[in-house]
């Protein structure tokens, strides 16, 4: 087992890594929230049939929340219905909120820890690939509103988070692609040996080798943390982690959160900034290919999608980092750095995106 710190002074929290490792679960609680009064499972209803034998001998819970699978659960609505379960449970301020599941759980669960009775402490136990890497560390929780994707949210760091890779291996496949979507996102962003790695071990990944899973997942996460402990609320370096989100969200957006996972959004988002910045000068060829390459090794459920352009870049202006009315766009200067820029003539934001839907959608 492997131990990274979140290093954020009074509220830093370990990261447990390793396989098999849930059923730790009670000497980790033990060692980080020993004054809890009551445990609240929260779990995606295919994890808890998924892992119910590891549920029933690793997790005590008081009370058990099963979520319904999909991105719907993550709204405003859903979440008044569990409170309402919590007050009739008597769950207190010193209860802890335990989210086993993917990105949706821990979201849901962390924004419910975050808001209830002002908040409660929060454990995540991500188990798809994407949560192990992203959503479960940084402690950024949210719902959506009908406007727009995590459009209500919170920081609420959890007190630790179990990164359990065998949990992986029960991940249908088109989850673990758009995992490796935030994967390769490290990559481009901060390491370029790492960039490497992913693509000389891409047949490993797709094989789920245990070894390779675990190097990828610790690699991820140590750079998600070395950006978050230098600034945990997005006023200076956190924004890079939006590397391909912009473009990303405005796909999912305007393919009504039913077309794309979110990281293959992300594959997309990253091709197409990546686009952008070979056409304004700044990303060499060399660079350019090698990006879209590994982003092309993956399987990305497009082709029978139509693309509406007008539509994307319309919605690339509600997000959420728009500043003084204009978008902002983190871009590669080379694989291993971003830089961020407001000056994307349309026409070229247009440009790419037409190659994009050329190579990617329905024609
Ligand atoms: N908070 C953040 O910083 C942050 C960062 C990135 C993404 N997100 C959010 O995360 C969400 C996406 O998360 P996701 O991709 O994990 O999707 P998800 O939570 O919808 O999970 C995908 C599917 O996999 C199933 N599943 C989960 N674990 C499994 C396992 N071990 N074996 C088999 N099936 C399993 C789930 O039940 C679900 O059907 C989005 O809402 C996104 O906005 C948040
Ligand atoms: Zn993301």
Redo the contacts with the bound molecule.
């Keep these: 087992m492997r131990k990274l710190f979140v290093d954020l002074k009074e509220r830093a929290y370990p990261l447990y890594i390793g396989c098999e490792i849930v059923k730790n679960f009670k000497n980790y609680f033990k060692e980080n929230c020993s004054d809890t009064t009551k445990i609240v499972l929260f779990v995606?209803?295919?994890?808890s049939k998924?892992?119910k034998q590891v549920i029933d001998e690793s997790i005590p819970y008081d009370l058990k929340i099963i979520i319904s699978?999909?991105?719907s659960a993550?709204s405003l609505e859903y979440a008044n219905t569990i409170y309402t379960q919590l007050i009739q449970n008597n769950i207190d301020r010193k209860s802890l909120i335990v989210a086993f599941?993917?990105?949706?759980?821990?979201?849901l669960a962390?924004f419910v820890a975050a808001t209830f009775l002002r908040g409660v402490s929060l454990v995540q136990i991500?188990?798809?690939?994407?949560?192990q890497v992203?959503?479960?560390?940084?402690?950024?929780?949210?719902v959506?509103h009908a406007l727009g994707?995590?459009l209500i949210?919170a920081f609420h760091q959890p007190k630790f988070v179990i990164l359990d890779i065998n949990?992986?291996?029960?991940?249908?496949k088109r989850?673990l692609v758009?995992?490796l979507g935030?994967v390769i996102k490290y990559g481009i962003i901060w390491d370029e040996a790492f960039f490497e790695f992913i693509d000389r071990h891409f047949q490993d990944i797709q094989m789920l080798e245990t070894n390779t899973l675990t190097s990828i997942v610790e690699k991820s996460c140590n750079i998600k943390c070395a950006v978050v402990s230098q600034d945990e609320f997005d006023q200076s370096l956190r924004p890079i982690?939006n590397f391909g989100h912009t473009i990303g969200h405005a796909l999912e957006a305007s393919l009504k959160y039913s077309g794309l996972?979110?990281?293959e959004a992300i594959l997309l988002g990253m091709k197409t900034v990546s686009s952008i910045s070979y056409k304004l000068g700044k990303l060499n060829a060399e660079n350019f290919d090698r990006i879209c390459k590994l982003i092309n090794k993956n399987e990305i459920h497009t082709k029978n999608l139509e693309l509406d352009i007008e539509d994307v870049i319309a919605r690339t202006k509600v997000d959420k980092k728009i500043l003084s009315g204009k978008v902002r766009f983190i871009l590669p200067g080379k694989i291993g750095e971003v830089f961020v820029t407001s000056d994307v003539p349309t026409e070229i934001l247009c440009e790419a995106l037409s190659e994009l839907k050329k190579e990617n959608f329905k024609q």
């Design positions: 995606s209803n295919t994890v998924l892992y699978d999909g991105e993550k599941g993917g990105g949706v759980v821990g979201d962390g991500p188990s798809t690939l994407l949560a992203d959503s479960s560390v940084g402690g950024k929780v949210a959506n994707k995590n949210g949990l992986l291996k029960t991940l249908p989850e758009s995992g935030e982690l996972r979110h990281g």
